[in-house]
């Protein structure tokens, strides 16, 4: 891979992590805001539970595409010690093939209820809740691309975590 795609993918990987980061710091000022209105100013934050909740929809789906790109979801390797070299890249390629069916099977319908639920508001913030529903879609489709990225390092084993 040239300088420029190494440069690519490092800024998309900084972008997710920063979003998500973004979004954790958010949480916490957002919950602790509700808190103070609720015990001190005796006026609770109409919308802030539904953006949280909203803030957190977003955070699990694009950690969802951090761990595939980290090589980091559960996984089951009774086979992977016991199998030649060929034998172990033929199971990633299976394992990468299966994640990727299913990130399009949820990714791909998942379309229609962004385009349907941008005619829909949220109740308390009044955002069309297409914005919420993408959520699956960005993850999933992130997810897709982090599958088809061209490995750096083999996968990661139980006795190779961190």
């Known amino acids: 891979m040239t300088g420029r795609g190494h440069r690519a993918w490092r800024y ?44 957190f929809i977003w955070i699990v789906f694009l950690g969802a595409s951090i761990a595939a790109r980290r090589r980091a979801h559960i996984a089951v390797d009774l086979f992977a010690g016991r199998l030649s070299r060929l034998g172990e890249q033929l199971l990633n390629a299976v394992e990468r093939l299966a994640t990727i069916a299913f990130a399009l099977l949820v990714g791909v319908p998942g379309w229609s209820f962004v ?13 069309p809740m297409g914005l919420v529903y993408a959520a699956p879609v960005v993850g999933c489709a992130l997810i897709v691309l982090f599958e088809l990225r061209p490995a750096e390092t083999p996968a990661r084993r139980d006795s190779a975590a961190p």
Do not use: K
């Open 12 to 55: 998309l990987d900084m972008a997710v992590d920063g979003l998500c980061t973004v979004g954790c710091m958010a949480i916490v000022v957002i919950a602790f805001a509700g808190v103070v209105c609720r015990y001190v100013l005796n006026d609770s934050l109409t919308w802030g539970d539904e953006l949280t909740r909203y803030i």
């Open 115 to 127: 385009v349907i639920g941008m005619s829909n508001q949220s109740p308390a913030l009044e955002i």
